[in-house]
């Protein structure tokens, strides 16, 4: 599937004495995919920002012919993410919701998908709006109880799709139990792995067969990009992956994956910081006598907590809560009265966002479907920067009242 790899990041013999697949994540993040420019001895990866590259003759080429295919910028950012979740193959592609939508075409009319009844709103979108126009059927239960996963099967189940901690509820899904029913099944598992990052989570290790990234959130970390990837073992898989990402031409341009993999050198750092606030916030709204329900894995009374230790080595820096009382108007003060956590959608970045899933990131599941599923019009979710933890409580404080 690969072409021959360019000399840029040909790793030498002498340069490296342990396979880099052992390597500590943290070294993996300040290292995975990329090699000096053997050229000019530049540390960073250069930005090809080249549409074509000349062949000495038809077909013969330095394993690149047209950007939309390959470019070095891209491979050496599909090399750092492969490693990062210990697979084999990385994809990247413009969105993230165009990695989803390279991954639903593998399938065909007449074939099943169970997912997350927890799910980010433009997902559900795209599910439901787009690909049942195809012919696809789309199930969603709660994936925190396997059983109603089993129950959910049909012989025309192709793909298992967990979002875990999922968006905004924060449960947490048991992957090697979905990667079990999914074996039984003779289907895949596709794991969002965006609210945990490789650096919390490997879903492949558990037995996923996909594991997707909103590279745009944590994997960039600066909110100054947006991109998506895949990253797979099997060959099949990644050779069909490739064939869409090539064909249907949703890739990321060289500066966009620049600036992805400048952010991963800092990943490990980010996210220890993003726990650990994390963590202040939980517990400051735990403790306050205006909120009522706190949504964050790393609480002893989270419902999935014990899945939650067993697959994280950390619980993130997501956190969502409701207020007490049922009155809209409450969340809307808060939404409006922050200072440093700034009203917007996304997630991910080094700066903290307060955002209402209820008209904003999940505007688009009808509201009847949304209280079902427990997201309340009084939701807020927030995420929680690196900033420091005392300054982030004292604005949550001031804005709750």
Not at 117 to 127: H, I, K, P, S, W
Not at 279 to 289: D, M
């Given at each position: ?25 943290g ?6 995919g ?82 997350t ?11 439901t709006?787009?690909f049942?126009?195809f ?143 994390g ?11 205006m ?84 997201l ?26």
């Open positions: 599937m690969h072409p021959s790899p360019h000399p840029l990041y040909l790793r030498a013999a002498t340069n490296k004495s342990l396979d880099p697949m052992s390597h500590r994540f070294t993996k993040a300040v290292h995975a990329v090699e000096p420019d053997p050229t000019t001895g530049a540390i960073m990866t250069p930005i090809y920002q080249t549409s074509t590259y000349v062949q000495a003759a038809p077909g013969d080429h330095k394993g690149y012919e047209y950007s939309r295919t390959h470019n070095p910028t891209r491979t050496a950012l599909q090399r750092a993410l492969a490693e990062l979740e210990n697979g084999r193959h990385g994809l990247c592609f413009a969105t993230g919701m165009a990695s989803i939508d390279a991954l639903i075409k593998l399938l065909k009319p007449g074939d099943h998908v169970v997912s009844n927890d799910l980010y709103g433009g997902t559900y979108r795209l599910f709006k787009i049942e126009g012919g696809i059927r789309f199930s969603f239960v709660d994936m925190a109880d396997p059983a109603q996963v089993k129950q959910a099967l049909t012989p025309a189940t192709r793909l298992i799709w967990v979002e875990t901690p999922t968006n905004p509820l924060l449960k947490v899904i048991d992957i090697a139990a979905m990667a079990a029913l999914a074996k039984a099944q003779g289907c895949w598992l596709a794991v969002d792995n965006t609210f945990a990052s490789p650096a919390l989570q490997n879903p492949l290790d558990r037995g996923a067969d996909i594991v997707m990234h909103s590279a745009t959130k944590y994997l960039g970390g600066h909110s100054d990009v947006v991109m998506g990837a895949l990253v797979v073992n099997d060959d099949a898989i990644a050779e069909r992956l490739a064939f869409v990402q090539n064909s249907s031409g949703a890739t990321p341009g060289p500066m966009d994956c620049f600036l992805v993999l400048r952010g991963l050198k800092t990943l490990h750092l980010r996210m220890e910081r993003h726990c650990l606030n963590e202040a916030v939980a517990h400051f709204l735990k403790a306050h006598p909120v009522d329900r706190v949504y964050w894995p790393g609480l002893p009374e989270h419902a999935n907590h014990g899945v939650a230790k067993a697959q994280m080595r950390g619980f993130g820096g997501m956190v969502s809560f409701t207020l007490k009382g049922d009155r809209m108007e409450d969340a809307t003060r808060v939404l409006s009265r922050t200072s440093l956590f700034a009203l917007a959608e996304s997630l991910g970045g080094v700066e903290s966002l307060i955002g209402h899933p209820a008209s904003m990131t999940h505007a688009s599941i009808p509201r009847e479907e949304r209280l079902r599923n427990g309340a019009d009084t939701l807020i979710r927030l995420s929680v920067g690196t900033e420091d933890a005392a300054d982030l409580i004292d604005d949550l404080a001031q804005a709750i009242g």
